[in-house]
């Protein structure tokens, strides 16, 4: 990721809300801890550093992920960095159950250059990307098949991590339709236009009436 956020390691920052203290600690774990003196007081670990938010090309946010047992599954948390005058834990809340959301200020991400994706990217994968561009640009690509190589080129360069629910994901893609390139989607819709006609000259033969909408 962005350098520049790397002196944010080894610090945590802390915020108290109600009777819970969070405490978010950049690249390395969120924990909560209940200030109060039950004798089963919660206190355990949110998150632990996992992997970029990406949004528009932009590093919007950091995941934690696989924190302490919440019911079938693990506690994560999103983390928002925003610009702010000074480096602090702004604000908290749990969106869904066991999923919590900080919002992080910081001036480091003030400058409108300071998120974004491709000065961290190495030559060989700003390459790749470039190429990705220039694809689209002439048309060789879809949209879809762009995004599949961003996302590719994030997980190569260790921003993104390809999960096994990515990799289960992946091939139940396989089997569906979906097009990366103008010339596959061009190939199968012949195809599918081929097997149409064949359709209609076979109920033609059988003297079956066939009323379709020339538009489906």
Known sequence: ???????????????????????FCPFHNVTQHEQTFRWNAYSGILGIWHEWEIDNNTFVGMW?????????KSRQTKVHLVCGKSSKLAYVSE???????L??????VCHPHSLLVYPTLTEALQRK?????????????????????LKEIFEKAG??????EKEVEKQTKKTSLEFETVEKCSKEYKQ?????????????????????????
């Open 159 to 164: 921003l993104l991590k390809a999960t096994e």
């Open 64 to 72: 934690m992920r696989e924190g302490d047992s919440c019911e079938t």
């Open 103 to 108: 919002t992080f200020e910081t001036p480091l």
């Open 1 to 23: 990721g962005p350098a520049h956020l790397f002196r944010l390691a080894g610090k945590c920052f802390s915020f108290v809300e109600s009777t819970y203290k969070y405490e």
């Open 192 to 216: 599918l236009s081929e097997e149409i006609k064949n359709l209609k000259d076979l109920l033609s033969q059988h003297g079956i009436a066939y009323k379709g909408n020339p538009g489906e």
């Open 129 to 149: 990307w470039d190429e990705a561009e220039q694809f689209l640009s002439d048309e060789l690509i879809t949209d879809q098949g762009y995004k599949k190589i």
């Open 95 to 101: 969106p869904s159950t066991c999923v919590y959301s």
